[in-house]
């Protein structure tokens, strides 16, 4: 019961009325979103290996773990390989 004060009945409310109105909320992606999804990803990678968090930004560990399993769960790729392995071992 604690879990539904977290959540609310709205919330609750809100998810069974997306479903019963055949809502996105819950759609898978298709092949073309998960290319773009792959493309953006790919791009957040950085000259030194890494990753950023957002386009520009700084390469941190954890933006690098989170991109690596987001192209491996999208069939995307890393481009720079060994840059990625070496930024992760500094």
Partial sequence: MRRLE???AWGIVGVVI???TGSN???AQGPEELARTAAYVAA?????GGFAAEAGG???LGATSTSIRVLKNVAGSVRDVPGALAFVRN
């Fill in 6 to 8: 977290k959540v609310g």
């Fill in 58 to 60: 700084r390469s941190t």
């Fill in 25 to 27: 909320i819950a759609r």
């Fill in 44 to 48: 957040l990678q950085n000259k030194d």
């Fill in 18 to 20: 997306a479903i019963a």
